[in-house]
């Protein structure tokens, strides 16, 4: 199997992260090996969401997402996740890594902004108007993006769950939380690995 697995876990928690709550640390990436691009990220998040016996591995519980950890390419990591209906991550960015995720069964929204927003210096931002973006992903679709992404992710179905295969390098160093009224972003929370595990 080309997959590492590791348990799975459950999170009930409003405004869950596109990460689980609780990641372990990745291993660093060889110094030897490139570092994949988004597109990669995207080919191994599709290779892994097409793996029926792995995606009907995934428990899948009504009132919260559930996850299982998985290697990423490249020293990166990569997640497995169950989405009930209703559950959504909020807006976050993912520290600096590129990333991808595919869709293995259900829908997801993605709400994205297309702006490069600065990492440093500001807690409250007015955005321009024109650069909220939506895409709706179905099984099979999916979305690579690179180390500037901010996003909210969600399940919009009121009866159906969605599972999705994430994919990041490298493995995520930190993720920034926003909160969002109208044309205002405020930067609420910094989430670092060390209070994931």
Sequence with gaps: M????????????SGAPSAPDSPAPA????????????????????????????????PLDPEGRTWIRLAGPHGGEAWLIGWPPGAGTGWHDHGGSSGAFALAAGTLTEQSLAVQLP????????????????RRLTGGQGRA?????????????????????????????????????????????????????
């Design 2 to 13: 080309p997959f590492s697995v590791q348990p799975s876990h459950t999170s009930a928690r």
């Design 27 to 58: 291993a660093p990436a060889s110094p030897s090996s490139a570092p994949p691009s988004p597109g990669e990220l995207l080919c191994f998040a599709r290779r892994v969401a097409a793996d029926a016996a792995l995606v009907a591995a995934l």
């Design 119 to 134: 990492t440093e210096g500001w807690k409250l931002l007015e955005l321009a108007d024109g650069v909220d973006r939506e």
């Design 145 to 197: 993006f690179g180390p500037h992404h901010v996003h909210q992710v969600f399940n919009p179905s009121a009866g159906e769950h969605a599972v999705s295969v994430h994919a990041y390098h490298p493995p995520l160093p930190m993720m920034r939380r926003y909160g969002r009224t109208g044309r205002v972003l405020r930067l609420e929370e910094v989430e670092w690995p060390r209070e994931w595990a």
